[in-house]
């Protein structure tokens, strides 16, 4: 069974960092694109970043180039994304997901709260 | 970026109905084209991917059409289960951003 469990949300300051982290299971992780969307309180989803299966592409939105950052540990069938400078609109419930275009599998989601 | 719209923002059905979403690109993206179903504190669900191949388990009342710009999802007989929000997704090959559409939330009438 295919199982994507995100960890590392939780409270923080504008201008502050936090790791995401995505635990894979379930299929051959090194085998997928995998990517982070995520949804503000309320709002659409935003489609964040994708990663290919060997780490040597990555794809972000405007909105967080330059201040976040996606990466993979495929020995340890792990997705992570690194997040600086936060914002107060960064402020959403962030869920990976497997693949890079049509996503069949999500993980249940982290809530990211940037606030003062 | 692609940009995706969606209509109508709301869409108000009696159970037994037809539901009938579009979907929109701001420029072609061939049929590179997903929906997605979610309902409140859950993840999305994939119905349908390539604009209209249903994805696995999902019931033969969800179907997708289109290509190129233009795309539409239809519920052809709306069940209580199906009153949730709904969303399309591009995922050409260029540019990279995989946009979605704002979302169509379907409501009991």
Same mark, same amino acid.
């Given at each position: 069974? !295919?199982?994507? !469990? ?5 409270? !923080?300051?504008?201008?502050? /960092? ?6 894979? *299971? ?8 995998? /990517? ?6 309320? &709002?659409?989803?935003?489609? !964040?970043?994708?990663? &290919? ?11 967080? &180039?330059?201040?976040?950052?996606? /990466?993979?540990?495929?020995? &340890? ?7 600086? *400078? ?29 606030? *003062? | ?6 209509? @109508? ?9 037809? #539901? ?13 084209? #997903?929906? $997605?179903?979610? +309902? @409140?504190?859950?993840? =999305? ?5 390539? #604009? ?33 929000? $709904? $969303?399309?997704?591009? $995922?050409?090959?260029? =540019? =990279?951003? +995989? ?5 169509? +939330?379907?409501?009991? +009438?």
């Amino acid at each position: 069974e !295919v199982q994507l !469990v995100e960890s590392g949300g939780g409270l !923080v300051q504008p201008g502050g /960092s936090l790791r995401l982290s995505c635990a894979a *299971s379930g299929f051959t992780f090194s085998s997928y694109w995998m /990517s982070w969307v995520r949804q503000a309180p309320g &709002k659409g989803l935003e489609w !964040v970043a994708n990663i &290919k299966q060997d780490g040597s592409e990555k794809y972000y939105v405007d909105s967080v &180039k330059g201040r976040f950052t996606i /990466s993979r540990d495929n020995a &340890k069938n792990s997705l992570y994304l690194q997040m600086n *400078s936060l914002r107060a609109e960064d402020t959403a419930v962030y869920y990976c997901a497997r693949g890079s275009g049509s996503y069949g599998y999500w993980g249940q989601g982290t809530l990211v709260t940037v606030s *003062s | 970026e692609i940009v995706m719209t969606q209509s @109508p923002a709301t869409l108000s059905v009696s159970p037994g109905e037809r #539901a009938t979403l579009s979907c929109r690109a701001s420029q072609s993206v061939s049929s590179n084209l #997903a929906w $997605y179903q979610q +309902k @409140p504190g859950q993840a =999305p669900r994939l119905l349908i991917y390539g #604009a209209s191949t249903r994805a696995t388990g999902i019931p033969a009342r969800f179907s997708g059409s289109g290509s190129g710009t233009e795309f539409t999802l239809t519920i052809s007989s709306l069940q209580s289960e199906d009153f949730a929000v $709904y $969303y399309c997704q591009q $995922y050409n090959n260029w =540019p =990279p951003e +995989k946009t979605f559409g704002q979302g169509t +939330k379907v409501e009991i +009438k």
